[in-house]
């Protein structure tokens, strides 16, 4: 695909990492940006769980990412071993987009007034991602789609005469994206500490077993850690002119995927509020950083 760079404007993009609950990390540094109105950006990416999160974000929805988190994805309609051992989803995300809206309305106009906003998931046939820009006639596909995690949500979201599976499958941090679209500079919010390196799926027959309907998914789980790792690689060693900005959740940040403890889960967010204060903190020029010199900054 060609880069599209403008020589005489550097274009900003945003990338926020999916995760399930360790979206309540990015859930607070977005809280900390609509605080002091921050959107220096010109467009956005998100996956799974980050995707939800901008929605908030870009409609300027202070808290809608962490009511959502801690109230209804703790609750027993969206996550259920027992469900699941009966054969049906441990986690239903239609459920939960749908609950969402319906507990803490979007203001629409505001969400598609705002910077675009586009969307990974993965497409079950060839197992590599797709890029939706999210839009009103596609934005509960493409939010059900991007955030249905494989095994987990039994149903197969389709839409444009595709099928699709969590964005995070085949690209959990689409910086590169960003910058096939022309960005040159990037802050990606991720979930993990920046020690993190994804490893490799321990049972590998496991994984073709469980998604022996979707061969090419399956490879593409087993490919995963690979293309998370060349992620954070081109993060760390990006190409010449461009600079990316960082902000992971600190060493101590124990949410995992399917936290439901409320203790914990407010813990990772208010980490989150501090990440992103600090990073509004560093834009502004305040302890001797500025855009100069804060690259790979918090």
Same mark, same amino acid.
Request: net charge positive; glycine share 8%.
């Given at each position: 695909?060609?880069?599209?760079?403008?020589?005489?404007?550097?274009?900003?993009?945003?990338?926020?990492?999916?995760?399930?609950?360790?979206?309540?990390?990015?859930?607070?540094?977005?809280?900390?940006?609509?605080?002091?109105?921050?959107?220096?950006?010109?467009?956005?990416?998100?996956?799974?769980?980050?995707?939800?999160?901008?929605?908030?974000?870009?409609?300027?929805?202070?808290?809608?990412?962490?009511?959502?988190?801690?109230?209804?994805?703790?609750?027993?309609?969206?996550?259920?071993?027992?469900?699941?051992?009966?054969?049906?989803?441990?986690?239903?995300?239609?459920?939960?987009?749908?609950?969402?809206?319906?507990?803490?309305?979007?203001?629409?106009?505001?969400?598609?007034?705002?910077?675009?906003?586009?969307?990974?998931?993965?497409?079950?046939?060839?197992?590599?991602?797709?890029?939706?820009?999210?839009?009103?006639?596609?934005?509960?596909?493409?939010?059900?789609?991007?955030?249905?995690?494989?095994?987990?949500?039994?149903?197969?979201?389709?839409?444009?005469?595709?099928?699709?599976?969590?964005?995070?499958?085949?690209?959990?941090?689409?910086?590169?994206?960003?910058?096939?679209?022309?960005?040159?500079?990037?802050?990606?919010?991720?979930?993990?500490?920046?020690?993190?390196?994804?490893?490799?799926?321990?049972?590998?027959?496991?994984?073709?077993?469980?998604?022996?309907?979707?061969? $090419?998914?399956?490879?593409?789980?087993?490919?995963?850690? $690979?293309?998370? $790792?060349?992620?954070?690689?081109?993060?760390?060693?990006?190409?010449?002119?461009?600079?990316?900005?960082?902000?992971?959740?600190?060493?101590?940040?124990?949410?995992?995927?399917?936290?439901?403890?409320?203790?914990?889960?407010?813990?990772?967010?208010?980490?989150?509020?501090?990440?992103?204060?600090?990073?509004?903190?560093?834009?502004?020029?305040?302890?001797?950083?500025?855009?100069? $010199?804060?690259?790979?900054?918090?």
């Amino acid at each position: 695909m060609p880069t599209d760079h403008t020589p005489n404007k550097t274009k900003k993009a945003l990338i926020v990492e999916g995760g399930a609950m360790r979206g309540i990390f990015a859930s607070g540094v977005l809280d900390a940006f609509m605080e002091e109105h921050f959107l220096p950006y010109d467009f956005a990416i998100g996956v799974s769980a980050g995707a939800t999160n901008l929605i908030g974000y870009l409609g300027h929805a202070p808290k809608r990412s962490l009511n959502v988190i801690t109230k209804l994805a703790t609750d027993k309609q969206f996550y259920s071993p027992v469900r699941f051992a009966k054969g049906g989803n441990l986690v239903d995300v239609r459920w939960l987009w749908e609950q969402s809206n319906r507990d803490y309305a979007l203001n629409w106009a505001q969400l598609f007034s705002a910077i675009p906003l586009y969307a990974a998931v993965t497409n079950i046939d060839t197992g590599n991602a797709d890029y939706y820009h999210v839009q009103p006639s596609n934005l509960g596909q493409v939010v059900e789609a991007t955030t249905a995690l494989p095994v987990a949500y039994k149903n197969t979201p389709c839409f444009s005469g595709r099928c699709y599976t969590d964005g995070g499958v085949s690209d959990s941090i689409p910086v590169q994206e960003a910058y096939r679209k022309g960005a040159t500079d990037i802050t990606v919010i991720l979930s993990h500490p920046l020690s993190y390196q994804m490893s490799p799926v321990k049972s590998p027959w496991m994984m073709k077993k469980l998604l022996a309907k979707y061969p $090419n998914v399956a490879q593409a789980m087993l490919q995963r850690s $690979n293309n998370y $790792n060349r992620s954070l690689e081109f993060i760390r060693n990006p190409p010449n002119g461009v600079t990316i900005r960082v902000i992971a959740p600190p060493e101590d940040f124990a949410v995992r995927r399917l936290t439901m403890n409320q203790k914990v889960l407010h813990a990772g967010y208010n980490m989150g509020i501090a990440a992103g204060k600090a990073h509004l903190a560093s834009q502004k020029g305040i302890h001797g950083l500025d855009e100069e $010199n804060c690259h790979f900054c918090f």
